[in-house]
């Protein structure tokens, strides 16, 4: 089954840390953009952090720049995101995306289920 699944949300104490996982399974992560999104209550959907296939650039929204790191571990087809100092600001429903690219053309956008992470005292 192709998919992303999603795991390691959930309730921190601000100044607290998690670590957001992003399995993929039937495909590869190679010859990919890979990057995680975050949405809040009656907010649009934003970026927090994207690697890019085509110059290996990292992206990472300026609110959360020197708090959090992506990577990937391929031989685990996986993607992490380490969240540390949260703050309540950080909290969201956060998603995986993969837009993967296939040998002789197309592309396919793929989302995560979604984690819940909520920063409270």
């Known amino acids: 089954q192709v998919q992303l699944v999603e795991s390691g949300g959930g309730l921190v104490q601000p100044g607290g840390s998690l670590r957001l996982s992003c399995a993929a399974s039937?495909?590869?992560?190679?010859?990919?953009?890979i990057g995680w999104f975050r949405q809040a209550p009656g907010k649009e959907r934003e970026a927090v952090s994207c690697?890019?296939?085509?110059?290996?650039?990292?992206y990472y929204a300026d609110s959360v720049k020197g708090r959090f790191t992506i990577s990937r571990d391929n031989a685990k087809n996986t993607i992490y995101l380490q969240m540390n100092s949260l703050k309540p600001e950080d909290t969201a429903v956060y998603y995986c995306?993969?837009?993967?690219?296939?040998?002789?053309?197309?592309?396919?956008?793929?989302w995560g289920q979604g984690t819940q992470v909520t920063v409270s005292s």
């Open positions: 039937g495909f590869s992560l190679d010859n990919s953009h």
């Open positions: 690697f890019s296939r085509s110059d290996g650039s990292t």
């Open positions: 995306n993969v837009v993967k690219f296939f040998v002789g053309g197309g592309l396919y956008d793929y």
